[in-house]
């Protein structure tokens, strides 16, 4: 069974940096897409960043763009979430997500069916 894995996250101050990764664990998978989302608790789990592993065209929330950049991601390929200028409303557990099919979703959970455990990013004020 394919699996994502995140690694990265930690505890930095605001305005600090973070790299996390994503990595695939057993077969080899041609992706069409890829994503990030985070969840913090008590919330919804929302949209960070995704990118389209066939046209590289990248798509990011609101509230990280500009400070956040996806990369990397496909067969055999890390994918990564460079985050800087970190706030504490960044404060979540982040997930790695994949799908195998197209679509022109990218900010819906539901169009991803494979999903990392998550790594925690905690900025503290």
Same mark, same amino acid.
């Given at each position: 069974?394919?699996?994502?894995?995140?690694?990265?996250?930690?505890?930095?101050?605001?305005?600090?940096?973070?790299?996390?990764?994503?990595?695939?664990?057993?077969?080899?998978?041609?992706?069409?897409?890829?994503?990030?989302?985070?969840?913090?608790?008590?919330?919804?789990?929302?949209?960070?960043?995704?990118?389209?592993?066939?046209?590289?065209?990248?798509?990011?929330?609101?509230?990280?763009?500009?400070?956040?950049?996806?990369?990397? =991601? =496909?067969?055999?390929?890390?994918?990564?979430?460079?985050?800087?200028?970190?706030?504490?409303?960044?404060?979540?557990?982040?997930?790695?997500?994949?799908?195998?099919?197209?679509?022109?979703?990218?900010?819906?959970?539901?169009?991803?069916?494979?999903? =990392?455990?998550?790594?925690?990013?905690?900025?503290?004020?």
């Amino acid at each position: 069974q394919v699996q994502l894995v995140e690694s990265g996250g930690g505890l930095v101050q605001t305005g600090g940096s973070l790299r996390l990764s994503c990595t695939s664990s057993g077969r080899a998978f041609s992706w069409y897409a890829m994503g990030w989302f985070r969840q913090a608790p008590g919330k919804a789990r929302e949209f960070v960043a995704a990118t389209d592993l066939i046209s590289s065209r990248t798509y990011y929330e609101d509230a990280v763009k500009g400070r956040f950049t996806i990369s990397g =991601g =496909g067969a055999k390929n890390t994918l990564y979430l460079q985050m800087d200028s970190l706030k504490p409303e960044d404060t979540a557990a982040y997930y790695c997500a994949a799908r195998t099919y197209y679509s022109t979703t990218y900010s819906e959970s539901a169009k991803y069916d494979y999903w =990392g455990q998550g790594t925690q990013v905690t900025v503290s004020s």
